[in-house]
């Protein structure tokens, strides 16, 4: 069964989780990709934007204004209380996927965790090709998910399957992120190997697509340094990156 984000309890315990990856390197790796310290970069999508952190992230470094939009009145909810700001609007997805923009409107697009929690390709293809739309000519949209190589690696901060066991794809794995003072969060996700993700891109019309899988750097010795051996060495998160 699928984890349901539209639980208020869901949203909440998912708030507890402390980006610690992300935070670290994820989210540069993903803005750089994206292409938010562009000249031209002013208006940006988060599609999929859950509790607002990355929005909330997106501000601190750069001079843009988010759309944050979510299918979750749940997610939204947090987000509007925790993460009111002014460049921030946050709006809820339709149930066609769609958002509420013009078409050819944004300069760059990002989403976060979206793909891997949706079990079929045609639910994907949707997104995709509304992301498409409502972008600019030669606007980016990068795309940070869980690297499917990495089922089974024993990171210290969140494990996705077990090691030894191969998914099929589309099939359910269970992914379990560390929360401080707490149990583990659960999470039922699906496994997308990573040519899924770069078709589903060239099929809705976007063109040179690409993907990175971003490591910490060897030499890192900042916050949480103890946390995250593994990570200097497998990547945890791919992030996929297209061109309108």
């Known amino acids: ?7 208020l309890g869901v949203a909440e315990s998912y708030e507890d989780y402390v980006p610690v990856r992300e935070r670290t390197f994820a989210w540069s790796a993903l803005f750089e990709q994206a292409g938010l310290g562009d000249r031209d970069c002013h208006r940006v999508l988060d599609y999929g934007a859950g509790t607002g952190r990355v929005a909330e992230q997106i501000l ?46 944004l ?17 994907i293809q949707s997104i995709v090709e509304e992301v498409y739309r409502v972008l600019r000519p030669g606007a980016t949209y990068a795309m940070l998910e869980v690297n499917p190589d990495s089922v089974g690696v024993p990171f210290e901060l969140g494990q996705m399957g077990r090691m030894g066991r191969e998914y099929a794809v589309g099939e359910a794995i269970e992914m ?33 697509v690409g993907l990175v899988d ?29 061109r309108k």
């Not at 069964?1 to 639980?7: A, E, G, H, K, S």
């Not at 843009?64 to 946050?90: E, F, G, N, T, W």
């Open 1 to 7: 069964m699928t984890t349901d984000w539209n639980l």
């Open 60 to 105: 601190r470094s750069h001079d843009v204004s988010v759309i944050a939009a979510d299918r979750s009145p749940s997610m939204l909810k947090v987000a509007q209380h925790k993460r009111q700001d002014p460049r921030i609007s946050y709006q809820t997805i339709g149930p066609d996927q769609r958002v509420d923009l013009p078409d050819g409107e």
């Open 107 to 123: 300069d760059a697009a990002i989403s976060c965790f979206v793909f891997v929690c949706i079990p079929e390709t045609d639910t």
């Open 176 to 208: 379990r992120l560390a929360r401080p003072d707490a149990e583990p969060m659960s999470i039922l996700d699906y496994h997308w190997p990573k040519e899924v993700h770069l078709d589903r891109l060239r099929k809705a019309g976007f063109r040179d």
């Open 214 to 242: 971003p490591t910490l750097p060897t030499e890192y010795d900042g916050p949480d340094a103890d946390r995250l051996q593994v990570e200097r060495t497998m990547a945890p998160y791919t992030i996929y990156v297209a």
